[in-house]
């Protein structure tokens, strides 16, 4: 099945900073989300991103389905950012998300 | 209600006793997927559900594993001689599977323990 691979697993950030996480993926996909769990375990959806570029306020990302990758773009973090961002994906024919392992996110005051 | 609902939010059982999770989707939505998520990992699929039909249950471990959707809305994930292993989040999610887009939207999920 489809390999979905997440990094940096881990990252610690200042109040303010930036960051880029990245997703990467072994075959075409026809889905493609970034969420956001809270450190209350709830699943926030931040985008469906098959292909293109979106952005919500401070967060932003891009697919580029030919290369196979996804780049989740959060500026000026907060410390209510912090919490573990996945990335699944679906292939074409399946309905079912594929998640990779997670980056880990805390942001200090 | 506006999103996803489980219930219960917490399940604690002894092991070899039966479980019933609960799911409300989003009002309207057709599709309604079941996942687990074990500690410090993402997400895994368990079964789909398209309607009243499970349309992909490639992802039940085993036979001790069964879920109903009867009328096309809410679905109960049903585990029976529950084992140690089975300890984890059950997560919920619906989409409305329209080809613009396929968001699949995540209800809270519930916390089952099998002491």
């Known amino acids: 099945g489809i390999q979905v691979e997440q990094s940096p697993p881990d990252l610690i950030l200042q109040e303010g900073a930036n960051s880029t996480l990245r997703c990467n993926f072994s075959d075409s996909v026809n889905n493609l989300q970034w969420f956001h769990q809270n450190p209350w375990g709830q699943l926030i959806n931040l985008f469906y991103i098959p292909s293109g570029t979106k952005q919500n306020g401070r967060l932003s990302a891009t697919t580029v389905a030919t290369e196979r990758y996804s780049l989740l773009y959060i500026s000026s973090s907060q410390t209510t950012d912090s919490g573990v961002y996945f990335c699944a994906v679906a292939q074409g024919g399946s309905e079912k998300l594929v998640f990779g392992k997670g980056t880990k996110l805390t942001v200090n005051p | 209600g506006a999103g996803v609902s489980q219930t219960p939010s917490n399940k604690v059982t002894e092991k070899g006793k039966y479980v019933e999770l609960r799911c409300d989707p989003i009002s309207g939505h057709t599709a309604l997927y079941w996942y687990r998520q074990s500690l410090g990992q993402g997400p895994e699929f368990l079964i789909y559900?398209?309607?009243?039909?499970?349309?992909?249950d490639s992802g039940l471990p085993n036979d001790r594993f069964f879920a109903v959707r009867p009328e096309g809305s809410v679905s109960t994930l049903k585990i029976q001689r529950t084992e140690r292993g089975d300890s984890a989040v059950y997560l919920c999610?619906?989409?409305?599977?329209?080809?613009?887009?396929?968001?699949?939207?995540f209800g809270p999920g519930t916390r089952l323990t099998v002491l």
């Open positions: 999610a619906s989409s409305s599977h329209q080809a613009s887009t396929d968001t699949q939207y």
């Open positions: 559900f398209q309607g009243t039909g499970a349309a992909d």
